[in-house]
């Protein structure tokens, strides 16, 4: 065993786990102690202080059991340097419009939004939008932080992910290998804030994209089947965060409605504990929740990882949901015969790939499907 594998590793049963359902939760993956001083840096913050490049978060990863645990099961990946510091507030339900469009206080499931990551994200208007289809679209792409640039790879999100991730326009969706969301403080009762997921889900979002490109090339938000605004959402200009063929997979007799009568699948409130870690694929269906019934703030780091093999010369650095592109939208140089944008289209539509470790179980599983 080589150094970089060397630690705690997957059991078979958790790698079948991870296959089926998308993710795996690692409990005490991350020590008391380095907990606890990413709890102390939290306190201590200045107000407007940017946190996620500190020592005290991106060791939740470089020296926990983390590490050792993805370089096994994914293979190697860069270092984190960077993190997306989660602290939810205790809060009640809003009245404002959410990104899919519904008043906060209309969302089921503590106001899941259940998304695909790596989606350019503008404040959606909180006003009932007027005029026609095309009219809300255009007057909608004008409003991100760079003004009004027309439908461009240039458009940028006020979360700073480009609205397309190539000049060709083919690719609406940043994209990595693994998300890791690491645990501070009790999350063990629904309605904490906690990170909500789709079971599952990526099986289904791995078959769309497939069909997205095999139709013609184009991947992600308005390829295929996926366009980017709901027009019959309350205020006629919510984000679709997952395409309609992959939602309604998701929904039964059981979901819960929005006041229209419209159906919205049923996500799992990941439960953990301060020191335990959820570890998934980048194409699970996830969310953040509404923390309605904490008794403090809710605390979860969350991480980015890419195989440092889909581009070896690029560096990630941990928190980026779209690493062919710089953090804040600048196009990379890349040599000739490498178009990065393609090879993330393949990592994409063939998940697996990307998981070194886990070509055994993938292959186990997949004939079990097929018997």
């Not at 570890?279 to 780091?301: A, L």
């Not at 889909?310 to 178009?339: A, I, T």
């Not at 055994?360 to 097929?370: F, H, L, Y």
Request: aromatic share 8%; charged share 25%.
């Amino acid at each position: 065993m080589n150094e970089r594998t060397q630690g705690r590793t997957l059991t078979l049963e958790e790698k079948r786990t991870l296959y089926r359902d998308g993710y795996i939760i690692l409990k005490k993956a991350v020590s008391p102690e380095l907990v606890q001083a990413a709890l102390d840096r939290i306190k201590s913050a200045k107000k407007g202080e940017f946190l996620g490049g500190t020592t005290e978060m991106t060791n939740l990863v470089n020296q926990s059991d983390i590490t050792p645990v993805l370089h096994e099961a994914m293979g190697y990946f860069d270092p984190p340097v960077a993190s997306q510091v989660g602290v939810r507030k205790v809060s009640e339900p809003g009245d404002y419009f959410n990104n899919v469009g519904y008043r906060d206080k209309h969302m089921p499931y503590y106001g899941a939004e259940s998304h695909v990551d790596g989606s350019m994200t503008i404040m959606v208007p909180q006003e009932v939008q007027e005029g026609s289809e095309q009219e809300i679209y255009d007057r909608y792409i004008a409003t991100g932080p760079k003004g009004d640039l027309g439908r461009s790879p240039d458009v940028m999100g006020h979360n700073f992910v480009p609205m397309f991730e190539d000049p060709e326009m083919s690719l609406g969706l940043g994209s990595f290998t693994a998300f890791v969301f690491v645990c501070l403080n009790d999350q063990t009762r629904e309605g904490c804030g906690q990170t909500a997921l789709l079971p599952g889900a990526h099986h289904a979002v791995e078959k769309f994209f497939r069909q997205q490109r095999d139709t013609n090339g184009c991947v992600g938000v308005e390829g295929p089947g996926w366009p980017r605004l709901d027009h019959q959402a309350e205020n006629r200009c919510g984000l679709v965060y997952l395409p309609e063929e992959v939602r309604e997979q998701f929904i039964d007799e059981t979901s819960e409605s929005t006041p229209d009568g419209r159906k919205w699948p049923r996500p799992t409130q990941i439960l953990m504990e301060p020191g335990d870690a959820c570890i998934t694929v980048y194409q699970i269906p996830h969310s953040g929740t509404r923390n309605q019934h904490g008794t403090e703030s809710r605390k979860t780091i969350i991480f980015r990882i890419r195989n440092k093999a889909r581009q070896p010369d690029v560096m990630v650095n941990g928190v980026s949901d779209h690493p062919d592109r710089g953090q804040m939208g600048e196009w990379l140089e890349f040599e000739d015969g490498n178009n990065p944008w393609e090879k993330s289209k393949d990592a994409m539509c063939n998940m697996w790939d990307e998981w070194e470790g886990m070509t055994d179980v993938v292959k186990e599983m997949q004939v079990g499907k097929t018997a």
